[in-house]
């Protein structure tokens, strides 16, 4: 999230050509046509560079909230939570665990809640419960949910509100309510704003925020390993989009327009040619979202957009966002959710970090604009996190103790649903089992943002429900075999703990990911 300033001499041009020749890739040719690729080393990033950190706040408030603008925002489908606790510094990033409940990050300290919904499985009623503080107080940092279960957090351009591009990172249990720290990889001067994945295998990886290298984390060690060779620029700014075929597709920012891929089957990075377009402002743009149809919709940072299409690998171009009051509308770092029909609800704003957020449904490649939260005129798209829920429903916080969730368009694409294969047909109290499937891990990461925050949901969920009272319990799922995204008939298992203060009887055990449950099993619980 920071803006970086290159002078001239910062930028060491090395000329690659193809085999081919052709075009020149700096000036935007058309996607698929042989091209020279006009490649930088960024010289010296950490010190030849002018950093210009996005502000650690919201824009200053400049509108009244108003009843009208409550009841613009309730009809348009958004609901607020009660009983949220007061943050500090406001709700900020917002994590889904595999037990159904929400970590949720105060902005600028180690402050942290959990929320987990009502006894009927309502989001909007649920409880806080503040957790065990981490060692340090990153903003915009790298994160994932790993496939013990466990949340690993790295980096963060901000740690305690002051810009240091940190090291620290922390992985948090949220069984015994701890954090260990997490070392760097070595020889890394700054983690930052990184940018983070699992990858098909479970592997988490995360990018150095100012230099092209990246590193695998292996949890059982500690250790670190580099990987990834062929970047084509540094990693700044970039978001990385987990494809069907396993390859993890960035757009690239300060070597915009090229985009490219990281093959961990091959441990390197190569094109997938120019995007046509340059998509940046300031050095930034807005999140990569990979639609159940396989597609990849890029929504600029200057108003412009992109579509990848991952089975053709080719670019074309998206819809514009409009200009509004003489405004042109962006998403100059911004997030993204994929509805449970297909299609994504996004915040864009005018220029860099200013207010006031627009709300857009992007669908069929035509963005429709829609209501937004009440407090959507004194947002911008940066501050905003958006986060899919098991309902279907889209939980968003924007640094304020406003916290909303988005319950309108919540149709189901039913041929994306998790199908399950293998249940026990009775389970006890307190015990573990395995339950196996199909599309357990859906067809997308879900929620998408860039390089300050990742919030992949691509897991399965186990929701049980007592047939009797109709009481919703979630099952905290773990050891994922498969963390992969879009493979329909990949067999997954995934192991679920049966809570302990769960009701007994005839039940219904559904797993859920990205929102859509599968067909409901009929069980007993003992």
Request: charged content about 15%.
């Amino acid at each position: 999230m920071r803006r970086f300033f290159l002078s001239l001499t910062a930028l060491v041009p090395v000329v690659l050509l193809s085999a081919c020749g052709g075009n020149n890739a700096a000036t935007g040719s058309l996607p698929g046509q042989p091209q020279a690729q006009q490649h930088y080393t960024v010289a010296s990033l950490s010190h030849d560079t002018h950093r210009h950190h996005t502000p650690a706040r919201p824009p200053k408030p400049r509108h009244h909230i108003t009843a009208a603008d409550r009841a613009r925002a309730r009809a348009g489908g958004w609901t607020a939570l009660t009983g949220v606790p007061n943050f500090p510094n406001g709700a900020g990033q917002e994590i889904m665990m595999t037990d159904g409940t929400i970590m949720v990050a105060d902005n600028c300290s180690a402050l942290w809640y959990s929320y987990a919904p009502d006894i009927n499985g309502n989001y909007a009623n649920g409880t806080w419960t503040q957790k065990a503080a981490p060692s340090y107080a990153p903003l915009y940092f790298a994160s994932a949910v790993l496939t013990d279960g466990k949340l690993i957090i790295n980096g963060g351009e901000y740690d305690q509100c002051v810009g240091k591009e940190t090291t620290k990172g922390a992985i948090y249990d949220p069984i015994a309510n701890t954090w260990a720290d997490v070392s760097p990889p070595s020889g890394w001067g700054q983690i930052g704003d990184a940018q983070s994945v699992i990858l098909n295998d479970g592997t988490y990886m995360i990018g150095n925020c100012c230099t092209s290298a990246q590193a695998q984390y292996d949890e059982s060690t500690g250790a670190w390993t580099a990987v990834g060779t062929g970047k084509h620029d540094s990693n700044s700014e970039e978001g990385w989009t987990l494809l069907a075929n396993g390859t993890v597709l960035a757009a690239d920012v300060l070597g915009e327009p090229n985009s490219e891929a990281y093959d961990p089957s091959t441990n390197m990075w190569s094109s997938t040619g120019s995007v046509g377009n340059n998509l940046t402002s300031g050095a930034e743009i807005g999140p990569q979202t990979l639609l159940p149809n396989g597609k990849v919709w890029v929504a600029g940072g200057n108003g412009l957009s992109a579509v990848y299409n991952s089975k053709t690998k080719s670019w074309k171009q998206g819809p514009s966002f409009p200009v509004v009051g003489s405004q042109q509308l962006d998403v100059a770092d911004g997030p993204s959710t994929v509805l449970t029909d297909g299609s994504v609800i996004i915040p864009a704003s005018p220029g860099l970090y200013n207010s006031p957020a627009t709300y857009f449904i992007y669908k069929n490649n035509k963005l429709k604009q829609i209501a937004g939260p009440p407090n959507a005129p004194n947002d911008s798209s940066f501050n905003i996190r958006t986060l899919m829920l098991p309902t279907g429903e889209v939980l968003v916080t924007d640094f304020s103790n406003d916290v909303e969730i988005y319950t309108a368009n919540r149709r189901v694409d039913k041929k994306i649903a998790p199908q399950i294969s293998s249940v026990p047909s009775t389970v006890k109290h307190g015990k573990s089992y395995t339950v196996t499937g199909t599309k357990l891990n859906g067809f997308t990461q879900e929620n998408f943002y860039g390089d300050d925050a990742q919030q992949a949901t691509n897991f399965p969920l186990v929701r049980i429900t007592n047939n009797a009272t109709g009481h919703v319990f979630y099952a905290r799922t773990h050891g994922f075999t498969f963390m992969g995204v879009a493979a329909p008939t990949q067999s997954v298992s995934a192991t679920f703990d049966v809570p302990s203060n769960i009701e007994t009887g005839a039940s219904t055990l559904e797993v859920v990911t990205n929102g859509i449950a599968s067909k409901p099993q009929s069980i007993t619980v003992n």
